[in-house]
């Protein structure tokens, strides 16, 4: 007993050390390595709920495919919404890596067990908002992102670099209908100016709770998950923001944004933190219908998950027999 103790310990030792090393370098962690528990358990959750965000996400835009105003934003959107379920799926395929089944995932989700972003939780509620969510929300996903593809844990930097390659047709796609709606009739001005007002506060919390408020960010940081604090990608998405919106003739809905030139950095106006604490908690304005859809489309996708695998059945038998004759 005790012998199996010291050779558990000395396995752990020799691990930690191994994987504090790769991590030192700036070197990947692969699923086969050694990691900590609490590193694999941190990945998974993260990774997880990002996963879950691409899938829920994919609800406040294919409201608006058969509204799209034409068949070319037709196709568009509908491109970008599928690209959010491939997302959604490299992403699993990560996860699935660190010991968990898509299945069990998809159960936590479907269960209110695991999380996803609260952005998701608003309503998309006329053309514009397909313009404000590309630009701000697939915005906010960007500058999250591409950071991400150095994380240190291989399956899930590589699985962002594919994704934010598009996402940055998201954001474009947005800017585009915005830049459009923005130099249109006074009514088409408005209703761009409106649905930028009501994202523009839900995009700048996508980062995450402030620093001081973030308890689990510094760990993340030190096993160089995260690259920079929510704080500092809140500022640079701002600033990219202020930038992009003078293209576009239209106002961010915040008169506190300043260049602080002591600091460096783009300083916005107070955000309601009760408010995304309140549709983390299940309380936003769409949250009990996302569920209900996601559980509606799983069940309605049931026959599909058998086939498959029924189909899969019949090749693994056919290829055993194939192998038997052989
Ligand atoms: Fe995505
Ligand atoms: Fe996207």
């Known amino acids: 007993m005790t012998d199996r103790h010291d050779a558990q310990a ?3 030792a020799e691990g930690q050390a191994q994987f504090d090393a790769l991590i030192d370098a700036d070197s990947r962690i692969e699923p086969r390595d050694w ?3 609490a590193y694999r358990k941190t990945l998974l959750r993260q990774i997880s709920q990002h996963a879950h965000s691409e ?3 994919m609800q406040p835009e294919a409201n608006w495919i058969t509204r799209a ?7 568009i959107l509908i491109a970008k919404v599928q690209d959010e379920a491939g997302h959604g799926l490299y992403l699993y395929s990560a996860a699935e890596t660190l010991g968990q089944s898509r299945h069990e995932m998809m159960d936590d989700l479907l269960a209110g067990k695991a999380k996803y972003s609260s952005i998701f939780n608003y309503p998309a509620r006329t053309w514009a908002d397909m313009g404000a969510i590309g630009w701000l929300v697939d915005g906010a996903a960007i500058c999250n992102q591409v950071p991400l593809c150095r994380a240190s844990y291989g399956p899930y930097g590589r699985a962002m670099v594919r994704i934010c390659k598009e996402e940055s047709f998201h954001q474009r796609q947005g800017f585009e209908i915005l830049l459009e709606l923005a130099n249109g009739t006074p009514e088409q001005r408005q209703m761009a100016q409106d649905a930028v007002n009501r994202w523009y506060a839900p995009a700048l919390m996508m980062f995450g709770p402030p620093d001081d408020e973030s308890p689990n960010s510094q760990q993340s940081m030190a096993w160089k998950i995260k690259r920079f604090s929510n704080d500092e990608l809140r500022q640079r998405f701002l600033g990219m923001m ?4 003078t293209v576009l003739g239209l106002e961010l809905p915040d008169k506190d944004i300043r260049f602080n030139e002591e600091t460096g950095k783009w300083e916005h106006g107070p955000l309601d933190w009760a408010e995304f604490w309140r549709v983390i908690g299940g309380s936003g304005p769409c949250n009990a219908q996302r569920m209900e859809r996601r559980r509606d489309a799983h069940a309605e996708g049931a026959w599909v998950r058998e086939a498959a695998a029924a189909y899969a059945a019949k090749q ?5 027999e194939k192998e ?3």
């Open 10 to 12: 000395e396995h752990d």
């Open 35 to 37: 990691m900590p528990a």
């Open 55 to 57: 899938i829920i996400g």
């Open 69 to 75: 105003p034409s068949l070319k934003r037709k196709s």
């Open 242 to 245: 202020v930038e992009q919106v």
């Open 316 to 320: 693994a038998a056919r290829a055993a």
């Open 324 to 326: 038997k004759a052989a």
